[in-house]
């Protein structure tokens, strides 16, 4: 607030953003390295090649589907997405 003249409010609404987005752009390393160490853990004790383990995994619930549309629905809602995809 000091060093930039800002009021409150203003530094507040924008360190708190920014604060935020680094804490979750940290995480996705973490959560990378978990969900290979997973396939990895599970293509261990399988004797099947390890799309079709994948995909038993992933099609074992049918929950999975309607939450990963779910997600690119509202990715798709947001302004910005849509039109930085074409």
């Known amino acids: ?35 290979s160490t997973g396939l990895i853990v599970t293509r261990s004790q399988a004797r099947d090649a390890l799309g079709n383990v994948v995909w038993k995994q992933i099609s074992n619930q049918s929950r999975i589907f309607y ?8 990715l798709a809602i947001l302004p910005g997405f849509l039109i930085s995809c074409f």
């Not at 939450?67 to 509202?74: P, Q, R, T």
Request: hydrophobic share 60%; aromatic share 6%; proline share 2%.
């Open 67 to 74: 939450i990963a549309g779910g997600a690119m629905l509202v």
């Open 1 to 35: 607030m000091l060093l930039r003249n800002e009021e409150f409010s203003v530094a507040l609404s924008n360190y708190v953003a920014l604060s935020i987005g680094d804490g979750l752009v940290a995480q996705i390393p973490s959560l990378l390295i978990s969900f």
